[in-house]
């Protein structure tokens, strides 16, 4: 199932008010991490899967890469990107993720944030993106950490002050659908394992170079409010795999 949640004019209305969405990367939690595994992008050809905004291919061209795609399956999220972009040698394609296909491997790197937890089959993602890519290339991507979905609730248990006392994790074994809420929707989210994640991609042709975990850097611990409950549970998973 492809989801759509962004052309929602409630839902879209609510992701626009969020930091990262005003701010854009330096506002996104898990950016600081995720920037380390992204390779050095002068003059690479780029591929954005999920690229909402385009904060993500303003980035790598601003890092001089040649030049970039960015796909969305939101024709909102596109809009607004192309509003923000003023650089030929960014493209915007409205296409679900599922359904990319670009021939002759074409990027050295491809990139997505925060979006493969909504599509069903990471082996899919995982197929498509090698293909796509040269040899060699990069496969860098962010997800809602396992620990984060394994249960459709997605939320701390609170003692009954409404203190936190622990993030609870169950089901983790158990693939596959979570419904839960996100802004203000009803969402579909896919929970996998860590090892199903970095398996699919050995399995399509892929050698690991790096997984990391999310943990706020000092500077947010110092400066954002309840930021020290982030060290408690990793939000976020991002792997960077290569092209063999």
Known sequence: MKQNKYDDANFFSAYEKMPRSVQGLEAAGEWYVLKTLIPNLQNKNVLDLGCGFGWHCRYAREQQASSVVGVD???KMLQKA???????LISYIKMPIEEIHFSNAPFDVVISSLAIHYIE?????????????????????SVEHPIFTSRSEQDWYYDDKGNTVHWPVDNYAAEGVRETTFLTENVIKYHRTISTYINDLIHAGFSINAVKESTPSDEMLKNIPGMKDETRRPMFLMISAEKK
């Open 73 to 75: 399956i939101s024709e």
């Open 82 to 88: 192309r509003e923000m972009t003023n650089d030929p």
């Open 121 to 141: 089959s990471f082996e899919l993602i995982c197929k498509k993106v090698n293909d796509c890519l040269a040899t060699g290339g990069t496969f860098v991507f």
